[in-house]
């Protein structure tokens, strides 16, 4: 650290060429007002380049970039398929927030927690696999019928299965279960 000023730090990459780490990316666990809260100057830190701007003859640093959060250790713990237990946040435009952890959110049709309408197509030859599956899927429901969904609301804790898991925009997509 060469200077700290109230919107970030300056940082000494190499004799004579500077960095700037904004106040808002020196740490993601807690939100920092004054960059000496955390910081001294003189001390040595680690920072990613996060922006160059070759007009402005600037460098744009991050600190909190290099430390892993929950988000990044949940997704490197999972795949796309497995399935999860999350608690619905909220519902709008027919996408639902989820909370899988402290910190770790994803996103889920909303749609997909309707119960799904049986369709027997009008000829239907037998294929004996499908019905196996069918009355298996009965028999463990304990009802003659399909499994009756509970309708999706706030608060509520479910399964979900991972659709989407996009590990360098760091965002998760579910499904229902």
Same mark, same amino acid.
């Given at each position: 650290?060469?200077?700290?000023?109230? +919107? %970030?730090?300056?940082? &000494?990459?190499?004799? %004579?060429?500077?960095?700037?780490?904004?106040?808002?990316?020196?740490?993601?666990?807690? *939100?920092?007002?004054?960059? &000496?809260?955390?910081?001294?100057?003189?001390?040595?830190?680690?920072?990613?380049?996060?922006?160059?701007?070759?007009?402005?003859? &600037?460098?744009?640093?991050?600190?909190?970039?290099?430390?892993?959060?929950?988000?990044?250790?949940?997704?490197?713990?999972?795949?796309?398929?497995? @399935? @999860?237990?999350?608690?619905?946040?909220?519902?709008?435009? %027919?996408?639902?927030?989820?909370?899988?952890?402290?910190?770790?959110?994803?996103?889920?049709?909303?749609?997909?927690?309707?119960?799904?309408?049986?369709?027997?197509? /009008?000829?239907?030859?037998?294929?004996?696999?499908?019905?196996?599956?069918?009355?298996?899927? *009965?028999?463990?429901?304990?009802?003659?019928?399909?499994?009756?969904?509970?309708?999706? *609301?706030?608060?509520?804790?479910?399964? +979900?299965?991972?659709?989407?898991?996009? *590990?360098?925009? /760091?965002?998760?997509?579910l499904e229902f279960v």
């Amino acid at each position: 650290m060469t200077n700290l000023t109230k +919107f %970030g730090a300056f940082v &000494q990459l190499s004799e %004579g060429i500077e960095g700037m780490v904004h106040v808002s990316d020196i740490s993601a666990e807690k *939100r920092i007002n004054q960059p &000496q809260d955390v910081l001294r100057v003189g001390q040595v830190v680690k920072a990613q380049v996060l922006a160059i701007d070759l007009e402005k003859r &600037q460098m744009r640093l991050g600190m909190k970039q290099l430390v892993p959060t929950g988000l990044d250790e949940y997704i490197a713990e999972h795949n796309e398929g497995d @399935v @999860v237990t999350g608690r619905l946040m909220d519902e709008s435009g %027919g996408q639902a927030r989820v909370e899988l952890g402290e910190g770790i959110h994803a996103t889920c049709k909303a749609t997909a927690a309707a119960p799904a309408k049986s369709e027997a197509p /009008k000829e239907a030859k037998a294929d004996l696999s499908s019905l196996s599956s069918m009355l298996q899927a *009965r028999w463990k429901s304990g009802s003659g019928g399909p499994a009756k969904v509970e309708p999706a *609301r706030a608060g509520q804790v479910r399964s +979900f299965r991972i659709a989407k898991l996009d *590990r360098g925009a /760091k965002k998760i997509e579910l499904e229902f279960v």
